[in-house]
């Protein structure tokens, strides 16, 4: 996603040196991100992202909750020939809550800290969740600028919580990842340099359409929600974070939150866990918002999450409160399989009826050729039916 944005950061941090403006202390984390995505060290720097960008700590828990063993499961046919394909770095499977496949590849181990991309996304949808349950948000339809004032004026004015919950805020955002111009590329070259988030949502004042009438996939979404999240709160993300989910998760390995240089966190795709610790939310989320005993999120509020109520196109895949659901899924059983996803391969697959969670990882360079996703939902849907035999 970022590779184009971040080369042109790369060439304006240097021009910034030569001004003599201050982005002198940038320069050098600017040039290490400028081959992200590069195929020779993708692997190694998807593992240490809080590295290469302002990121703030999301503490390891002093108890951390267990995720027993249980007996390993047989692996599909094909499982070895997908790994390589897509690039797979990690891959573990929760079963009745034990795990019963973990595996590793390309240097990796389950130490890493990992980039969640737009799983991030259903993280920050939970999150919405709790303020709904704890009356902080007072409706869904509510207008955006109840919460977050400052987008009075913008694209967002007149667009209420579920419009942008659902991707259907109306906003004209162009997210062409290759295109250097794009709107996607330039809130990532903001982002490099440590500038605000918050300014740059409140720049997009064109729209498209009129909000709720169709579903368009737009990032910038899912910020202004974080917006909405702070100011209906009055924390940060990163608080609310610690407090409501990793906190209560129990999780085993500090993690990270990448921000932008006022500390606000990128909500869209900056989340960096361990493998098992996606995992412990994964498992929380399939077990109805209950974790060790302890209610995380209403089961109301992840069953309208995960049900698809977005206006996709025929056929394509779903997508509900930040969470997508395959075009397949037989939406009359409460229990049918969701997901988040996130660019380059990473996945967290719930299949509530099988009581199976998988999350998967990767730098899998072809995530967005014809037919990919497809083929990954076939993959997990294979692997729940191993666990079956």
């Known amino acids: 996603m970022l590779k184009w944005f971040i080369r042109g950061a790369a060439a304006l941090a240097v021009a910034a040196l030569v001004a003599g403006l201050a982005y002198r202390d940038r320069i050098a984390q600017?040039?290490?991100?400028?081959?992200?995505?590069?195929?020779?060290?993708i692997v190694e720097?998807?593992?240490?992202?809080?590295?290469?960008?302002?990121?703030?700590?999301?503490?390891?828990?002093?108890?951390?909750?267990?995720?027993?063993?249980?007996?390993?499961?047989?692996?599909?046919?094909?499982?070895?020939?997908?790994?390589?394909?897509?690039?797979?770095?990690?891959?573990?499977?929760?079963?009745?809550?034990?795990?019963?496949?973990?595996?590793?590849?390309?240097?990796?181990?389950?130490?890493d800290l990992r980039i969640s991309w737009s799983v991030a996304k259903s993280y920050l949808s939970t999150l919405i969740g709790t303020a709904v349950d704890r009356g902080e948000i007072a409706s869904l339809e509510d207008p955006v600028t109840d919460y977050a004032p400052a987008m009075a004026g913008t694209a967002y004015?007149?667009?209420?919580?579920?419009?942008?919950?659902?991707?259907?805020?109306?906003?004209?955002?162009?997210?062409?990842?290759?295109?250097?111009?794009?709107?996607?590329?330039?809130?990532?070259?903001?982002?490099a340099l440590g500038a605000s988030m918050?300014?740059?949502?409140?720049?997009?004042?064109?729209?498209?359409?009129?909000?709720g009438e169709r579903f368009e996939y737009v990032s910038i979404?899912?910020?202004?929600?974080?917006?909405?999240?702070?100011?209906?709160?009055?924390?940060?993300v990163v608080a609310l974070m610690e407090e409501r989910l990793t906190g209560p998760l129990g999780i085993e390995a500090e993690g990270a939150y990448i921000t932008d240089g006022?500390?606000?966190?990128?909500?869209?795709?900056?989340?960096?866990f361990t493998t098992r610790d996606y995992a412990r939310f994964g498992q929380m989320i399939m077990q109805g918002g209950t974790w060790r005993g302890e209610r995380i999120v209403s089961e109301s509020w992840l069953r309208a999450a995960t049900r698809p109520s977005a206006t996709t196109a025929p056929g394509a895949i779903r997508?509900?409160?930040?969470?997508?659901?395959?075009a397949d899924a037989d939406i009359s059983d409460p229990d049918h399989a969701f997901m988040g996803r996130?660019?380059?391969?990473?996945?967290?697959?719930?299949?509530?009826?099988?009581?199976?969670?998988?999350?998967?990882?990767?730098g899998d360079r072809e995530f967005d050729a014809p037919g990919i996703t497809a083929g990954y939902i076939d993959f997990f849907r294979a692997l729940v039916a191993a666990t079956e035999e």
Do not use: C
């Not at 979404?221 to 974080?226: A, K, Q």
């Open 157 to 191: 004015d007149g667009a209420r919580v579920i419009d942008v919950l659902r991707m259907q805020s109306g906003a004209l955002f162009d997210e062409r990842y290759k295109v250097f111009s794009s709107d996607i590329n330039r809130m990532g070259r903001v982002l």
């Open 262 to 272: 006022r500390g606000v966190a990128f909500v869209l795709g900056g989340l960096n």
């Open 198 to 211: 918050d300014d740059f949502a409140q720049g997009i004042t064109e729209t498209r359409r009129a909000p």
């Open 221 to 236: 979404d899912t910020h202004v929600l974080g917006m909405v999240l702070r100011g209906a709160t009055g924390r940060s």
């Open 45 to 111: 720097n998807f593992s240490r992202m809080p590295e290469l960008f302002y990121a703030t700590p999301l503490a390891a828990s002093a108890t951390p909750a267990p995720l027993p063993r249980g007996a390993e499961m047989a692996l599909p046919a094909g499982y070895e020939a997908f790994v390589a394909a897509r690039g797979l770095t990690s891959l573990l499977v929760l079963k009745d809550g034990a795990i019963v496949h973990e595996a590793y590849y390309q240097g990796t181990d389950a130490d």
């Open 342 to 362: 996130g660019i380059y391969g990473q996945h967290l697959y719930v299949d509530p009826k099988a009581n199976v969670v998988i999350v998967q990882t990767a």
């Open 319 to 326: 997508y509900g409160y930040q969470w997508w659901i395959p």
């Open 30 to 41: 600017l040039l290490a991100v400028n081959s992200l995505f590069d195929d020779d060290v």
